[in-house]
């Protein structure tokens, strides 16, 4: 059934369904179960191929001329949890194949520490769904989809009982950087960018107007941030390797987003060189 009570075309249902069983395994936490449910899911011949991510050997756009200045600069990592990022996570069905390609996790990492060594800011913007937020009469697919698998799912924002250790918590490999009482941690966003939290007001206060994004998904939270960041005049590269996006029948989302960022960012890493940008200040 739709959000406004009508009835959903059945080969959505059913093709929800099917989807839905197969994050069911991912819930349980059975990383090979897992998988081989996102296995049974479809997928086209070519999202296997990595040379669809390769840029384009004769480009028609100009090159990006972003400096970064570490004076001025802030990591902003966006969902770094359990949820999108571990095998245990009720999104790696869909989402496993593109973080195991990319090698987030340990890309992450890398930019955690370099970072931290440099002295910018680093900057979360999380993503929590509270019960009553299950209630909303309006969605998008993804929404829906989220809700209905119970994604980044936490009780209420004063209520932290099951939330340690959940798909909601941050990945224990990130909290030493995270939980250090000096990287800011905003306020959750609802949808996909951050004008409904105060992540811009916080970059703001700290005199921030470049920024490095990493994080997930690169095609809807990833893309989203870095639409809101270009229009309040922000300079914004973005870590290519360090997002990822689902791979499922509706399409390659990171390869979606990779061609938006090639369009807007004022840069387009990777981990290799934001690390060395990092180093040089």
């Avoid at 991912?26 to 049974?40: E, M």
């Avoid at 570490?70 to 990592?77: D, E, I, N």
């Avoid at 966003?189 to 990493?214: C, E, F, M, S, T």
Wanted: one cysteine or more.
């Amino acid at each position: 059934m739709n959000g406004d009570g009508t009835m959903c075309p059945s080969s959505f249902v059913s093709g929800r369904r099917r989807f839905l069983s197969s994050m069911a395994g991912a819930a349980a936490g059975v990383a090979a179960t897992a998988i081989a449910a996102r296995g049974a899911v479809a997928q086209p011949a070519n999202y296997a191929d990595p040379a669809r991510y390769a840029d384009p050997a004769t480009p028609a756009l100009p090159a990006s001329s972003m400096v970064l200045d570490s004076r001025r600069a802030a990591l902003v990592v966006i969902d770094p949890q359990i949820d999108f990022m571990s095998p245990t996570g009720k999104a790696w069905p869909a989402v496993g194949e593109s973080v195991t390609e990319n090698n987030v996790v340990p890309n992450l990492h890398r930019l955690f520490q370099a970072a931290k060594a440099a002295g910018i800011v680093v900057a979360i913007s999380p993503h929590y769904y509270y019960e009553w937020d299950h209630n909303w009469k309006v969605q998008g697919p993804l929404e829906l989809f989220q809700h209905d698998i119970g994604i980044f799912d936490r009780k209420g924002p004063y209520d932290l009982s099951d939330f340690r250790n959940s798909g909601a918590d941050f990945l224990p490999e990130f909290k030493p950087y995270i939980e250090d009482g000096k990287t800011i941690i905003a306020s959750p966003h609802k949808l996909y960018g951050p004008q409904a939290n105060d992540l811009p007001l916080q970059l703001r206060k700290q005199r921030v107007d470049q920024i490095v994004l990493a994080g997930m998904l690169a095609n809807m939270c990833v893309e989203s941030h870095l639409r809101e960041f270009l229009e309040q005049g922000f300079e914004v590269a973005v870590v290519r390797d360090a997002v990822a996006a689902p791979k499922i029948p509706e399409g390659d989302g990171y390869l979606a987003a990779l061609i938006n960022f090639r369009y807007m960012a004022n840069g387009l890493w990777t981990t290799d060189d934001t690390v060395k940008r990092l180093k040089a200040g």
